[in-house]
Nanobody, 113 residues
């Protein structure tokens, strides 16, 4: 098991919701910028959302208004709440901690129309 483990992926219909979680087993990510990326089949990996060590939030245009990134300091986790999912959100979602360049192995999200 690596330093970052994603969970919460699955298959949903368009309009549904999923909550992804990134758990850091051996790294303290409470004060580190943590990002969610995704990679759809045949496409480059793209940044979806980020939370800074100071709590600053950033979202890709495609995620604004539908996705929410948050941190649970007590659990040392970062979550991505995804609402109103669309088929184009189908991808493998990865957690990334900027300091140290740590990546998880990803969790698959499939949205059917």
């Amino acid at each position: 098991q690596g330093p970052l483990v994603e969970s919460g992926g699955g298959s949903v219909e368009a309009g549904g919701s999923l909550r992804l979680s990134c758990a850091a087993s051996s790294r303290d990510i409470r004060l580190r910028t943590t990002e969610w990326y995704r990679q759809a089949p045949g496409k480059q990996r793209e940044l979806v959302a980020a939370i800074g060590g100071d709590g600053t939030l950033n979202y890709a245009d495609s995620a604004k208004g539908r996705f929410t990134i948050s941190r649970d300091s007590a659990k040392n986790t970062v979550s991505l709440q995804m609402n109103n999912l669309k088929p184009e959100d189908t991808a493998v979602y990865y957690c990334h901690v900027v300091l140290g360049d740590f990546w998880g192995k990803g969790t698959l999200v499939t949205v059917s129309s």
